[in-house]
């Protein structure tokens, strides 16, 4: 019953981690895994979700 909340919310706490741990690194980390620092979030969610 609980299961489908339970994983959303763990993938939501993933993405958070993902977006903090990627804020951190210096810009051109970023340019090297193809990002740039104001295109973190779309990074994020154009990964695939894996494990859940």
């Known amino acids: ?3 489908p909340i339970t994983n ?3 993938r939501w706490h ?4 993902t977006r903090r741990k990627l ?3 210096d810009d ?3 340019t090297d895994i193809g990002t ?3 295109g973190i979030n779309d990074f ?3 990964q695939p979700e894996e494990g859940c």
């Open 8 to 10: 959303r919310l763990r």
């Open 1 to 3: 019953m609980f299961e």
């Open 44 to 46: 994020i969610s154009a």
């Open 14 to 17: 993933l993405r958070n981690i």
């Open 23 to 25: 804020s951190l690194l």
């Open 28 to 30: 051109r980390l970023l």
């Open 36 to 38: 740039r620092r104001s």
